[in-house]
């Protein structure tokens, strides 16, 4: 962040500010110190090796697990509470079975009270940008995975989350049907330009869908490394053959390699 926008613009921005945070529980020490930031509107992808504290940090952002060490911003604002909110998606889709994938979107809308005729026009347009605008009236047993987790990705992002965490969402969809959600979710954020952080175990996937990669050690995590991925969007999959690409790639690879870490 520059000097002038801390100065001038920290209050406006709904910058995400990192300031040495930490997380304990008691003797394990799961992530820290860590300082980042990621400007409003930004996407960042984190990867990192398997319990290096991704998902409770993930969880500190979102104001659901207080750091113990450092101050986490949001907006200028010290994130002391849950986060009224933030979109998040989780490697299982966590549908609920008896509502269809339109009621399922529209979830958050009814906890807030505010599942308006225009909310219900933006549950079923955002199903429509992610293709499974055909499926409104279907029940998650009758979705594929890739089709479920679109649902749950419109439900995270219908009243216009001020930034959306992604942990691990693809994780568990085939190659080909992660391939495509890499390109729905490029594209929805960007209409959106929601703030967005990915935790992802692909390197690809980080470099495709990130403006900057955060490289994160082994338990407690820190940042090894901070990418910016320079590549113009919309960004098609074909890009990741591009030697350019494939050179961040490595880049990041290698650290996995000299850490002895294996990501999958
Ligand atoms: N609520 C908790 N209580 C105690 N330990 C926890 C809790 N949540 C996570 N941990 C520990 O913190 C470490 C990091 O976990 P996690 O953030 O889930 O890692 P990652 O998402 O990178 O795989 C792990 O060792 C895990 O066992
Ligand atoms: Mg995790």
């Known amino acids: 962040m520059s000097a002038t926008r801390s100065i001038a613009g920290a209050n406006q921005r ?8 930490s997380k304990r529980y008691g003797t394990l020490h799961a992530y820290g110190p860590i ?3 990621v400007e409003d509107g930004t996407s960042v992808s984190i990867v990192g090796p398997s319990g290096c504290g991704k998902s409770t940090l993930l969880r500190t952002i979102a104001g659901l697990e207080p750091s113990t060490d450092g101050v986490a911003r949001f ?3 010290p994130i002391t509470k849950p986060l009224e909110n933030v979109g998040i998606v989780f490697q299982r889709d966590l549908l609920l079975d008896w509502r269809n994938a339109l009621d399922n979107v529209l979830l958050p809308a009814e906890f807030r009270g505010t599942c308006d005729d225009a ?9 429509d940008q992610l293709g499974v ?4 009236q279907a029940y998650p047993w009758q979705l594929s995975g890739g089709m479920r987790q679109r649902v749950a990705i419109a439900r995270s992002m219908v009243c216009h989350p001020a930034m959306l965490l992604l942990d691990e969402p ?21 209409n959106e330009n929601v703030t967005t952080i990915l935790i992802t175990h692909s390197i690809a996937e980080a470099v495709f ?3 900057r990669v955060l490289v994160m050690s082994g338990r407690p995590g820190q940042i090894l490394d901070d990418i910016a991925i320079p590549f113009p969007r919309p960004r098609r999959l074909s890009l ?8 961040i790639v490595r880049r990041i690879r290698i650290h996995f390699e000299r850490t002895g870490i294996l990501v999958g």
């Open 240 to 247: 990741r053959e591009e030697p350019e690409f494939t050179e």
């Open 170 to 190: 693809f994780s568990a969809l085939d190659a080909l049907t992660r391939d495509q959600m890499n390109v729905l979710v490029q594209d929805v954020r960007q």
């Open 133 to 136: 605008g055909g499926f409104k």
């Open 35 to 37: 300082s980042f930031t």
């Open 119 to 127: 909310t219900k026009e933006r549950a079923a347009r955002l199903l």
């Open 209 to 211: 869908l990130g403006d």
């Open 14 to 21: 709904r910058d995400i500010v990192l300031d040495g945070v």
């Open 75 to 77: 907006a200028g604002q």
